[in-house]
Structures are given as C-alpha cells and as structure tokens.
C-alpha cells in the first residue's frame, strides 16, 4: 500500500495498491522534491475514466515501470473531481502547449510546482508516431539531470505566459436581442438537422445550450430555437447514449448520430438532462419527454444515490464482461442469442426489430447497443413493457460497472434542482423527498458553521479539499429550486449564506469577473478562472444565474448587480462560441424577461386552491421566473410580504422590473402571465 490507502477518493484508492510510491497533492510532496532534487510526475484522472484504467493496468501495476518512477520522480496522483482547480491549471498549459488535453493528463513539474512537459496517455510500447511511457520517462529524466537550468528556463516561460492569458471579459454590459439573436444563428449554423445536436463526432449531449433554446422561445416565440431543442432531444432519447432499459445517459456518442456511447454515466450529466427534458415537457407536452425525465430521475435515485442520502458521482463504463476481464460497455450490449436467451425466440425477434439489435451488431463483435428506431406498425404496450422489464432482469444478473461514491457538492446541486423540479411537475413527492435528503446532506456534512463548502465526501466523511466557485453556485441553485417547489424558506436562506461567499471571495471588485477559487484558497501557478460551458456549467455562468434568481426572490441589488456584471462574458463569447456558453445565454434570457417574480398565498400551503396556482406557477415558461408559496404575513420568503388573500381565496402576485400585475385567483390568467412573453 503507498502514501493514497488514507485517501477517501475512490479514484486515489484504486491505486493505493499500485507498486508506484504516489502521493496525494500536498505540500509535504513538494517538499520531497526539492528534498530529493528530483522532479514531480502529476497524473491525473477521475474514477470512471476508461483510457485511465488502461494506463494504470499497463503501467502503474508494472513492478519496472513503478520503479523506474519511484527512483527518478516524485509521484502525485490527483482526482480531478476533487481537485477541479489543480486540474484547470495544468490542463490549461497542456492545451497551450499541445493543442488538445484530455485524461489521463501526465505533466511534469519543477519542485516549484511550474510545468515543463505535458500529455495525456501515454502506451507502454510506441505506436502510432506516440513515444511509449517509459521513452518519456527516461527523456524526462535525461533532461532533468543533464539540462536543468534549460528545463527550468522553460517552466517559467510556460508559467510566465499562462500569467499573462487574458479573457475577452467583454466589459460589465449585459448581451440584449442583439446578441441573443447572433448567438441562435451561430447554433443553427452548428446544427445537424438529420441528427440532432451540434457539429461532429464524439457528439456531447448540449443540455445548457437546450435550456438557452427552451427559454429563447418562450420569450421570443421562436419555432427554430424549439425544433432544433425538440428535436435534439428526441435524437438523443432514441439513441444508444440513453440506456433504453435503465434510464440515464451515458457520457457521450462517439459517432454522429448517437448510436455508440462512451457507456460511463455521470451524475452532472444525468442531473442536467433530467431538467432539460422535464422543461421541453412544460413546453410541449411531450410524452416521450416526460417518460425520459422521470425515467432519468429514477435512474439517479435508483443508482446513484448513497446511504447517506447524497448522489454519487459516475458508474464506470468498464465492466466484468464475464469472462474476468473488463470492458467498455459490457454491462449494456446485447446480440441477437443473449435477446433470446432471456426472452425466446419469439420475443427475442421482437425486441431485435424494437430496439435495433442486428446480427453484424452496431458495437464490437457483433454486439449491439439498445436503440429505439422508428417503428413502421404499431407494437403492442404490453408486451414491449414485458420484454422491457425481462431484459432489465437479464441484465441484472451481469457483473455491474464500479461505481464512484464520492459525492460532489456542486453535482449535488445539479441533481436537487432537477429532482426537485420533476417531482413537482410529474407529482412524484419522493422524487422532491430525495432532493431534500440530499441537500439535508450537504448543509449538515459540507457547510461548516461559517457557511463555507467542501467540495466532497464519501461514506459520511467530509473531504479536506475547499469548494469551488461551481460548488458554490450549483448548490445555491439547487437550494433555490427546492426552496421555489417546497415552500420552505430555510433553502432561500442557505442559498444566500452560499451567494454571499460568492460575492465576498470570488467576485473581481474591479471588473466584475469571477475566479473559479476564492480568494482565500491554495496558491497554484495561476487562479484558475474559466467562463465557458463544457461537461457542466461554468462556475461563472452557474453563479450568474443563482445570484439573479436570489435577487429576484429578495430584492437584493448587491446579488442582482453581480449577476449582471458577470453577463458581460456572455456579451462576449455569445455571439462567437454559443455552444460553449449556453448556461450563459441561458441566464441571459432570463435577465431580459425579469426574470418575473411570482408569489402564491393561500390559507396553507397544502389547502387544494394554494397547490393549484402553486403548480400552475412552476410550470410557466417565463425565463427564470422564480416562485414563493406561502400563508399571508408569512415571513418565509419577502415576496411575500403585504400579499393578501383576495377576497378570502388564494391569489397569484406576478411582478417584472418593479412593477406587478393586478393579483388574480385564475389560473388562466397566471398562466398567461407566465407564457414568458412581454
């Protein structure tokens, strides 16, 4: 066992037992280093990571290589879901450096912490015009004992460069029509109208930029923005990356047209999905939106969450394929025998014709990933529903992915706000009860009494590693949509102790910019600092649109203002790059319809009347509009102060830019209100 068998990253445990002498990132490392003279090798990685299992077993379990490491370097092995800050650091020199990144990242580092060479994977044996692992090794080490001044010559270029890497921030103005419409045309320009979604292969789910696309055509009437959302959507609901018998997605399709998945399934992305798709049912009433929402929601309570009530991070996309070896996507594929092994034959052929199982097979070695192809008749309910709930149970019995117990607080936040959302909808209140479980989690492990966050825990115990701006945000996102579905102010106020840490230790008081570390946090090489959407919404964007809806639920000008300012990015990048700023553009929509403020008052808040408008509210289209439910004289929310009954029966309040329609008790009316026009 090395220095990670008292770690509580499952991904740092995984190579606890490896012969390599590895270390978790700490100063005491460092230390070493410069003890020693010798250099740093950083790998990192994440649990369910595949190409990071193939280099550990061909490299890090080999006695000769993990020798060679242990003589010439000083190991560090981080998880980058604990570490979102070292890995945004050096990942950003690794794609400065080499034009791409990707994981697992390897870098090597002065004793001083400064970069100086970079890749990614790296094989055992030379391939491809790739050097082998060990070629790097031992050229590291050359270079190291015989070039030192020059090695560190470069390092500090490298550091001096990424110091002075600026961001277009685009000033503190807010995007208007303007820019909302460039950034639209730029995504139809992007889009694929035989496949759904935006540009090539590997095709990544664009959750955010659906969102954007939702609430542009609520405010704008858009039939273009709802199609290309529509459509994406139901592309992806029929492809291979949605797990036609379990639900949930898969990381993303390495082919175009959605038929091959990177099977691992993370938490961010199943929480994201969940909400766009239960938005595009708000929206249109789309059956197979409503069953891939709710069926993505239980997919997550079913199997990712944990004993202690929060979500965990990913199941991996390796499996025992039941021969003793591990491979990608073993646990989902099927051929046309194992169909009929569970099935029959008479079924098997049915299920084959219904979810595009074929002989030559659509994977590896004539294996098939479930789909759900247009069908030419019509097949009988029932017995799809049989076949479906069989071959659940066939597959039951394989040898399940690993999955990663580590719970993220800002992942959590993703998956609260969409469950609590799906369960107000669909009227499904244990979905809503496990949004509560998992945020009682976070406030009773994660913040201390100073309202500070740690990023993770695992089995109950808190992680030593601070939370990052995106924790920060996504929780007091999750906490202000539990707050708007369950009537309970406690949430409200806890999203506010969340936002006044944003405000105080990650907001730029000059330029109105934000950090992705506080103020107060470790000094790396540089402050990491990235505004745009990729696997989840940025801490930038994520942090915009929490500090709007609170303002909007409180009044508070200070959160309202920050919240703006920081849209000045979405001005920017908008126009040019929406596909990776479509939270951004998201919050935008929202800024320029109000976003409306809506307070429901009832005699209680369970009384028949107070939960039709209640519901009625939360299902407006309105961009962002934020939602108070409550008793009149009520001070759980102040939107609700001075808000009476109206003529002794619940009421509706809308109000938008300091000025409120007439209080109505008609739901047609709020709903019209809320349409997210005007």
């Not at 995984?14 to 002498?21: I, R, S, T």
Request: a negative charge; charged letters at 25%.
């Amino acid at each position: 066992m090395n220095r990670l068998a008292h770690e509580t990253s499952p991904y740092l445990l995984q190579h606890a037992d490896n012969p390599v002498d590895w270390w978790p990132w700490s100063a005491e490392a460092f230390d070493e280093a410069r003890k020693t003279g010798r250099p740093v090798l950083l790998s990192v990685g994440y649990s369910s990571c595949h190409w990071c299992h193939v280099m550990a077993h061909e490299s890090f379990e080999d006695e000769g290589t993990a020798g060679f490491m242990n003589d010439h370097f000083v190991n560090i092995k981080v998880d980058r879901e604990e570490r979102p800050d070292v890995d945004a650091v050096y990942m950003e020199a690794v794609q400065a450096a080499t034009g791409q990144g990707g994981w697992p990242m390897t870098v090597f580092l002065t004793p001083d912490a400064e970069p100086f060479y970079f890749g990614t994977y790296f094989p055992p044996a030379a391939r491809h015009g790739m050097p082998s692992f060990r070629q790097v090794l031992e050229g590291v080490r050359v270079a190291w004992a015989d070039r030192r001044d020059e090695v560190a010559e470069v390092a500090g270029k490298i550091v001096r460069d990424l110091s002075q890497r600026e961001i277009n921030y685009g000033g503190t103005e807010i995007p208007g029509e303007e820019e909302l419409a460039q950034a639209l045309l730029g995504l139809t320009r992007e889009y694929d109208p035989q496949r759904g979604g935006f540009g090539g292969a590997p095709k990544f789910p664009p959750s955010m930029v659906i969102e954007f696309l939702l609430r542009h055509h609520a405010r704008t009437g858009s039939e273009g923005a709802l199609q290309m959302a529509s459509d994406t959507c139901e592309r992806m609901a029929r492809g291979g990356i949605y797990d036609q018998l379990g639900g949930g997605f898969a990381r993303y399709s390495v082919d175009r047209d959605w038929v091959v998945p990177h099977f691992e399934k993370m938490l961010y992305d199943n929480a994201l999905l969940c909400r766009v798709y239960a938005h595009l049912w708000r929206t249109t009433g789309s059956e197979l939106a409503r069953r891939v929402a709710l069926e993505t929601a239980d997919f997550m309570v079913r199997e990712l969450r944990t004993n202690e009530g929060g979500f965990a991070s990913a199941l991996d996309a390796d499996s025992d394929d039941g021969t003793g070896n591990h491979v990608e996507g073993a646990y989902y594929v099927w051929t046309p025998h194992q169909l009929a092994e569970v099935l029959g034959d008479e079924d098997a052929e049915l299920a084959a014709q219904y979810f595009g199982v074929t002989e030559e097979g659509t994977f590896e070695h004539g294996q098939s990933v479930l789909q759900l192809p247009q069908q030419d008749g019509l097949l009988d309910a029932g017995k799809v529903a049989s076949i479906r709930e069989r071959l659940l149970g066939g597959r039951a019995g394989r040898p399940a992915p690993g999955r990663d117990d580590k719970v993220v607080a800002a992942w959590n936040g993703l998956a609260i706000a969409a469950l609590a959302e799906t369960g107000a909808y669909f009227d499904r209140p244990d979905l809503v009860e496990a949004a509560v479980g998992a945020a009682d989690l976070l406030v009773r492990l994660h913040l201390d009494e100073h309202a500070r966050l740690a990023r993770t825990s695992k089995d109950g115990q808190v992680g030593a590693n601070a939370g990052v701006l995106e924790d920060y945000a996504d929780v007091a996102e999750g906490f202000l949509a539990l707050a708007s579905v369950t009537g309970e102010g406690v949430w409200l106020e806890f999203a506010g102790f969340l936002l006044d840490h944003v405000l105080a230790r990650f907001v730029d008081q000059e330029s109105g910019s934000l950090y992705d570390t506080g103020a107060d946090a470790e000094r790396l090489i540089r402050r990491p600092q990235d505004p745009t959407d990729n696997a989840t919404p940025s801490g930038w964007t994520a942090a915009a649109g929490a500090l709007l809806s609170y303002a909007a639920q409180t009044g508070a000008e200070p959160h309202r203002t920050a919240a703006e300012r920081a849209l000045g990015v979405v001005k920017a990048l908008g126009p040019r790059v929406p596909r990776f700023i479509g939270w951004g553009l998201a919050v935008a929509e929202a800024v320029l319809d109000g976003p409306k403020e809506v307070a429901i008052v009832g005699p209680a808040i369970d009384e028949e009347g107070t939960k039709a408008l209640h519901r009625t509210a939360l299902l407006g289209t309105s961009p962002g509009a934020v939602v108070a439910v409550g008793t009149p004289g009520s001070d759980e929310f102040p939107l609700l102060a001075e808000r009476p009954l109206v003529d002794g029966r619940p009421a509706a309040y809308v109000c938008r830019h300091f000025a409120c329609d007439a209080p109505t008790t008609d739901h047609d009316r709020l709903r019209a209100a809320l349409a997210g026009r005007g």
